[in-house]
């Protein structure tokens, strides 16, 4: 494998629409050390990797000498590793260290890492001096088909998940499927989690390629991830390009988050990783699609299996020994999606097409005591 | 005074045009207690007024009986007093009470205060689950013609004032006129130096009105103090809807600012107001103009005058016993303004005509020395 000809491997470009705020996605292999990967980014005296401390002695050097050909001053900032340190007094520490380094507002940020290292850079670049540019370099699955895409920064507040945030777009993505080699197997699959949500509420052709290739994405075939990633990438552009403030239809990618934030608020952030309670929450929304009575039981049952092959948890979490389902219910209501104390969640109604609706606590009920069964 | 028809007294609106983010600005006597005032603001179960201990005591109770026609729950959350303050710590006081009280992502923000909670207040609607609307009630002179307007809104950070923030536009900027009349004589004087400021940077006859008029702003005449508030909005309405996010021709609002902000930051956020560091920073600005050739002496000692009349300090404070003129630069270093390591100043280079410009070191430690003596 010759990296500075990424070309000869699997590569795709995104274009992702948003008037003065558009950007491209890069997908493919050996793009960090390939220079195009880089060229015409805004012009600065000085760019900041912001990484973690796990993911920057695997990656950093070979950004940073990508950078040096470009900004005279290259600098890094490496974080504590964890969603649990996906708070304000983190944040601060890339603060500290810009303004320590009398960075200016024209300063490049370089997210490098996972979704809490790319949500936390994004939020730190739309805050410092009130905006700088960011580029995100997305190293999990996860982060390569939904977290680096869209323009969500955020920081979670000790009553709530991602409460505290910003849209605001990166002016790059670069997603290097090499990283995903050195990925735990346990975050491939939360990845995957993602992936698969693109089917049922956009693309129910791509669920049937999932399901095809899934034991090829489980071996991390480049040309699988580089087509799971694009087409993800495609329909996240797609739907953003339409709604970027999710004041509508942008809240169909909240597929399965409502019953996910539940868990990883009432579990702990950081217990049960992102992408695992979203897909223990894809088939929860999946189930209570049924109960509506927009969907058949089959579809649940394919999406459990589909989730289950992918290594994902599909039995929710008890969250309270005597009162579950109240506990459930209570951390629903303080998500970003609850409006008028009402309860709204994005349910499947044909396949590859979703919508947002209110479903009566009966039901809901009945949802949340069958997952935890 | 009847406060139910502010239409009989001194009224204006000026429209901010910033495409999907325009808003009015009312300007008059008795606009709080005014129902129109409120009228068509965004729809939401739930208002916050967000405020400070010396100034909801004061008007607080009316804002809310105004409020409570329009929303069903009027919550108050009162923040310590005093620039000081103005940090995350503070910032996160209004976060805690939003998601204690369970306020969703349509919840109104209404900021009750001058700038401190303006720009809090602000940035806190910025971040609060990614951004909810926030209506604007400044109750200072200087936040009615100056933070109040375009959407410039932060906190400080220890290292450098305003440095974390955003730019967020409020839905509708409401001037009560009559909240003027409580405010100490220091922070009235500290507004007027923002008043003078449109004059040399934007408009030469406003100067001359001020010269006229300056006793009667001083003794809280409301004609006057409407007709001065109300250029002063013009002339930022102006310069903001055509340059937003300051990529240009907005940083000549901060004529007088980047003194002023070493003053600030050196004698500790606090010890000067805002206001009173402008007024110095614009009489050395001026120097500085004077210095580079581009205006008269006499310029330089008609706006000092001004600014003395108005109460302002127009001597600068040592900032360091043994490296005055050096603290000065470096505090200048690390200004929202300095790019590439090079110091740029607005000058006047015409009267009612400003522009952005780098001066020599020897210049600036010129005018420094000149304003310490």
């Not at 015409?40 to 401390?53: D, E, K, Q, R, W």
């Not at 088939?283 to 289950?308: K, N, Q, T």
Request: net charge negative; charged share 20%; proline share 5%.
């Amino acid at each position: 494998m010759n990296a500075a000809t990424p070309t000869s491997l699997p590569f795709a470009l995104v274009p992702v629409a948003l008037a003065d705020r558009s950007y491209d996605i890069l997908i493919g292999s050996g793009l960090i050390a390939w220079q195009a990967s880089w060229a015409g980014l805004p012009a600065a005296s000085t760019a900041v990797i912001v990484s973690n401390t796990t993911v920057a002695p695997l990656h950093a050097a070979r950004v940073r000498e990508a950078l040096q050909s470009h900004y005279r001053r290259v600098l890094c900032v490496e974080l504590p590793d964890g969603e649990v340190h996906k708070d304000w007094q983190t944040l601060n520490l890339i603060f500290d260290h810009l303004l320590a380094n009398a960075c200016d507002r024209k300063t490049v940020l370089v997210a490098l890492g996972g979704g809490v290292i790319g949500d936390m850079t994004g939020f730190a670049a739309a805050c410092y001096m009130r905006g700088v540019p960011f580029v995100q370099v997305p190293t999990t699955l996860l982060a390569q088909v939904d977290s680096s895409v869209g323009g969500k920064t955020a920081v979670n507040h000790p009553l709530g998940k991602n409460m505290i945030g910003a849209f605001y777009q990166p002016v790059r993505v670069i997603c290097d499927l090499d990283t995903l080699d050195t990925l735990p197997p346990r975050e491939l699959a939360a990845g995957l989690a993602e992936v698969i949500k693109y089917g049922p509420i956009a693309d129910g052709g791509f669920l049937d390629w999932i399901e095809v290739n899934l034991d090829a994405l489980l071996a991390r075939d480049k040309a699988a991830l580089a087509h799971a990633v694009r087409r993800s990438c495609e329909i996240k552009a797609e739907v953003v390009g339409g709604d970027e403030r999710e004041s509508g239809r942008r809240a169909i990618l909240n597929f399965g988050h409502t019953f996910g934030h539940a868990i990883e608020a009432g579990m702990g952030y950081g217990a049960w990783l992102h992408g695992e309670a979203v897909g223990c929450g894809m088939v929860m929304a999946a189930d209570l699609s049924a109960r509506l009575g927009l969907m058949p039981a089959a579809f649940v049952s394919r999406l459990r299996h589909i989730c289950e092959r992918a290594g994902l948890p599909v039995r929710a979490p008890r969250l309270d020994a005597t009162h579950n389902v109240e506990r459930y219910l209570e951390l629903m209501q303080v998500d970003k999606k609850a409006e008028d104390g009402q309860i709204r969640f994005v349910v499947i109604d044909a396949m590859g097409s979703a919508r947002m609706q209110a479903a009566p606590e009966a039901l809901v009920r009945q949802v949340i005591e069958a997952a935890c069964a």
